[in-house]
Structure formats: structure tokens, C-alpha cells
């Protein structure tokens, strides 16, 4: 499989990333295009070395490329030669080392024929908070402001949820007549672990900010 570099997906992941380091957020790494590794979203047992980039940091967000159940690169820095130039669902394990918030700006990732692996590997161990994204594909020019809305709205207060379904709906809902000429809308999608200690409810992290 074969990804050029996905239109305006700097502007969408660079937007989210400044945004929150202008307001005082540390940070860490800003890697696009070519620089842009698979193996940094992958866990070690399948080679990656998520734990020194994804996973050591509160939140990540990615843009580009996706297909369902995975996400896409343009470069090939596969650890075990499966998937190349892909992160598959079976290859992550998120959250065990730091991260809480994963974000993927991607068409279909979160398509809901995969929902339930995505909770068992992603959110595997109840460590990971929220993994947002898309269950359909997504117009690239939607995504242009994207991330610096979602910023903006983690900002002023609003959930995890509730700022990327308003972000979302502001800016990537299609207009009407644009479905009924392509049949198609689309839908972003949260999920995250609901952590409980018996029969009782613990964690409930979709009404989640940031501290």
C-alpha cells in the first residue's frame, strides 16, 4: 500500500500541536511527511517504539491517511514486516507508559466493524482515555482548521467528547446537498474505557477535560 502525503494534513496537526503550546502545554515532537514513522505508533513486542514517542507523551494526534481498523504512511519503518507503512489495530497497545488522549485524523480508522478491537488493543489495560477519529472518510480541505478548533475548544473548557464532536460538526459535516450527490456523511466517532471495579463504575472518561 501506497500513501502520498495527505493535503492539508500539517495544517490540521500543527494547528492542534501550536495551539496548546501557545497556551503552555509542553512540546514534545512535531514529525510530518517523510519524518512521519509508523514504528513510533507501534508497541515493542511487533518492534515499534511507541514508549519514545506516542506513549510518552498526554496527547498525541495524528493526521493523514487511514483506512479501517489502520492508519497510513508514506515511508516504510515497519519493526516486524507487517503492515509496512501502516498502524494496524492488533499493533498498538496505547496509554501503558503515559499517553491518555490519542487523536487520528484519518478516513474510516474508526470504522465500527472495528470498534471492538480497537477497545481490546488500543485500550488495552483500561490505560488510555479517549481514542477519537472518523468512521468515514473526511473531505482533506475539512480538516484544514480542524485541529486548532479542537485546541481551541479543550481550551475553553468543553470534555474531550464534547470538543470533538462540536469541532467535528463545525467543521467537517458536509452540506446537505453534497450527501444526496455523493450518498455518503460524514461521522466522527470517541471511544474510550469504562473502567469497573466489580459491578461499579469508576472511570467514566468521556466528560473528561484537560487539567
Not at 464534547?162 to 455523493?182: N, Y
Request: glycine share 10%.
Amino acid at each position: 500500500m501506497n500513501y502520498d502525503d495527505a493535503p492539508y494534513a500539517d495544517d490540521c496537526a500543527e494547528g492542534f500541536y501550536y495551539t496548546l503550546g501557545n497556551a503552555g502545554w509542553k512540546l514534545s515532537f512535531n514529525y510530518g511527511d517523510a519524518l512521519a514513522w509508523e514504528s513510533d505508533f507501534e508497541k515493542s513486542s511487533v518492534g515499534g517504539s511507541d514508549r519514545y514517542f506516542v506513549d510518552d507523551v498526554d496527547f498525541a494526534f495524528f493526521a493523514g491517511h487511514g483506512d479501517s481498523g489502520k492508519i497510513g504512511f508514506s515511508t516504510n519503518y515497519d519493526g516486524d514486516g507487517n503492515y509496512e507503512k501502516q498502524v494496524h489495530y492488533s499493533e498498538v497497545k496505547w496509554g501503558d507508559r503515559d499517553l491518555e488522549w490519542m487523536t487520528l485524523v484519518t478516513c474510516d480508522t474508526l470504522d465500527p466493524d472495528y470498534k471492538d478491537e480497537w477497545i481490546a488493543h488500543a485500550c488495552a489495560g483500561n490505560h488510555l482515555h479517549a481514542l477519537l477519529g472518523f468512521k468515514t472518510k473526511i473531505e482533506p480541505s475539512d480538516a484544514k482548521v480542524l485541529g486548532t478548533t479542537f485546541a481551541d475548544y479543550l481550551l475553553d473548557g468543553k470534555g474531550i467528547k464534547d470538543a470533538w464532536k462540536t469541532a467535528t460538526k463545525e467543521k467537517c459535516d458536509l452540506p446537505w446537498w453534497k450527501e444526496l450527490i455523493c450518498n455518503c456523511k460524514t461521522e466522527a466517532a470517541i471511544i474510550y474505557p469504562r473502567v469497573y471495579f466489580g459491578t461499579r463504575l469508576v472511570h467514566n472518561y468521556a466528560q473528561e477535560t484537560l487539567p
